[in-house]
């Protein structure tokens, strides 16, 4: 394995396609039905670099998540028009209304849904935090059915190829291995920063945050969860973060299993051409430099690595 630093890339599978974040850009790769693949490459404008102080711990995680989520509905409208579906492409506006929709589907299945039906429980016991542990495990109990019922859908199983396909990539990149379909293939599909790990995770940590709450009236219960979402988030994202740097740690491997154990159903093993688009979207969001390190062939490569370590960036000769 390379010893040289990584950047930090991570994505999302799309209709037909994989969506990668760089350290400057952000691809989104499709394959289109004439059988090429189109690759679209924009700039990252995060707000994080406008205020610095985002990028601290546990608020960090808030902010990435909200950027994920408006990105990845970009990237989902755009596969869907070059993978052939014309009429998908969204202006802002439909956008907007997208997020706002499936934001509040969202507050409705797992939190109106679990909290209300608590009602039922009431009749045996008073204590609150029984009836807040009750609810939590509730709440885990419809996402893992939600996965479970999504994940047999023909159309979202060929996502999910995807997905693998995805995972597999950054593994091989992270690696330090030349991009090829044949060092991909070789990897795992199963990966600890994955956004199912990340969900997983978030399920798991509110059912701990919400026990103390206390028991109001429902309204309350419903406010107090969506005003705490973001204390949650950006605690599973350092989690999460923690876990995909010493995933290599037998106790941190096994405080992620259950998320790994969940991608079995959100990843499939994908074919050679989903990864063909898998690796085309990282190698858009690499520097130049690195972008040709990961495509070299193996001998080349380590040549091209030995050169490195002995000569600065800048052409002068390292001296102790």
């Known amino acids: 394995m390379c010893n040289m630093a990584k950047f930090n890339i991570g994505g999302q599978a799309v209709i037909e396609g994989v969506m990668m974040r760089g350290p400057k850009e952000v691809a989104v790769a499709v394959r289109k039905a004439d059988g090429t693949i189109d690759v679209d490459v924009q700039p990252v404008h995060s707000v994080q670099d406008r205020y610095p102080i985002l990028k601290k711990p546990f608020l960090r995680g808030v902010v990435v998540l909200v950027e994920s989520l408006i990105m990845g509905m970009k990237a989902l409208s755009r596969s869907a028009q070059i993978s052939g579906d014309e009429d998908e492409q969204m202006d802002d506006q439909d956008m907007a209304l997208t997020i706002v929709v499936s934001v509040l589907l969202a507050v409705g299945l797992f939190i ?42 023909k159309d979202i199983q060929r ?10 990539t950054i593994f091989t990149y992270e690696a330090g291995l030349p991009l090829t379909v044949e060092n991909v293939r070789r990897f795992p599909r199963l990966h600890p920063r994955c956004g199912t790990n990340f969900l997983m ?20 219960r419903i406010l107090s969860r969506v ?7 950006g605690i599973s994202y350092e989690i999460i973060r923690f876990a995909g740097r010493h995933d290599d740690r037998p106790w941190v491997h096994k405080l992620i299993l259950p998320g790994l154990l969940l991608q079995k159903l959100t990843t499939r093993e994908p074919d050679d051409e989903m990864i063909e688009v898998a690796i085309a979207s990282v190698q858009a969001v690499l520097p130049v430099d690195e972008s040709r390190k990961v495509s070299l062939p193996v001998e080349t490569k380590a040549l091209a690595l030995a050169v490195e370590e002995t000569v600065r960036p800048g052409g002068e000769a390292a001296r102790d």
């Not at 996502?159 to 597999?168: D, I, L, N, P, T």
């Not at 995770?201 to 309204?219: D, E, K, R, T």
């Open 227 to 233: 005003l705490l979402m973001p204390v949650v988030a």
């Open 201 to 220: 995770i978030v399920m798991s940590i509110s059912i701990f945050v919400f026990a103390f709450l206390g028991w109001p009236n429902v309204w309350e």
């Open 112 to 153: 109106a849904i679990p909290t209300w039906s608590m009602r039922f429980l009431q009749h045996w016991t008073a204590n609150s935090i029984t009836l807040n542990l009750a609810e939590g495990l509730l709440r885990m109990a419809i996402f893992l059915a939600y996965i479970g019922a999504i994940s047999s859908m």
């Open 159 to 168: 996502v999910f190829q995807y997905h693998g396909a995805e995972h597999k």
